[in-house]
């Protein structure tokens, strides 16, 4: 299996050097991150979680996966049993983090890798954190926000919410109110106003409890 080099600093040239610092500063604190998530996870693994080769000061050696869900999900002429099978592999990883004590903090289809297999492997952890710890990542589709737009403490419910955006996005195509602006879907969001899952007969109901914490 290959490995492929995830450096601890975007690539900044000239033009964009100049205030740069902050931003180095800040990938510096999530690669950190996500390195002391694989540390743990290296010892722990779980068969649809990205396995780290190694940890080092230059950045994370990790296997190379064939495409992401965002990418696959633009296929319109995927099998149902495919995507259940994703559904089960995802809730799988979810519960294992969980189970190690972390919330993924960022569960989105970008986040979440295939396989050659076409198996999930779940991975990007730079917004991960322990269980109550506060969110560094939210809003859009997939992170709950609250209505002064601060970010949850992580939990349980906010990892579920999280899953049920991804089951919808899986099953019916496409992000929740992708029709409309994303100012609008923030706010449609806060206010816990959800596009009508139940032609979905398997997942409709879970996506639902999902959402509003059930």
């Not at 917004?127 to 949850?152: M, P, Q, R, W």
């Amino acid at each position: 299996m290959i490995a492929v080099f995830r450096p601890p600093f975007p690539s900044l040239s000239a033009d964009n050097s100049i205030g740069s610092g902050g931003k180095m500063k800040e990938s510096q604190a999530q690669i950190d991150c996500e390195k002391s998530v694989y540390k743990v996870l290296m010892k722990n693994r779980h068969p649809h979680i990205v396995h780290a080769v190694l940890c080092a000061p230059e950045g994370i050696f990790m296997h190379r996966q064939a495409t992401s869900l965002d990418i696959r999900l633009q296929n319109p002429d995927i099998p149902q049993y495919l995507k259940e099978k994703w559904i089960r592999q995802i809730s799988s990883a979810l519960s294992w983090l969980e189970h190690l004590g972390f919330a993924h903090g960022d569960l989105r289809p970008p986040n979440i890798f295939l396989s050659q297999e076409e198996d999930i492997r779940l991975g990007d952890f730079d917004c991960t954190v322990k269980i109550g710890d506060k969110l560094k990542a939210g809003g859009g589709s997939f992170g709950k926000l609250h209505e002064n737009y601060e970010f949850s403490d992580a939990s349980p419910m906010t990892e579920q919410y999280s899953l049920g955006s991804c089951i919808f996005t899986i099953q019916f195509g496409h992000e929740l109110w992708h029709e409309i602006y994303e100012h609008q879907k923030i706010l449609k969001l806060i206010r816990n106003e959800f596009p009508d899952a139940s032609g979905d007969e398997m997942f409709g109901e879970i996506i639902h409890k999902c959402w509003h914490g059930n």
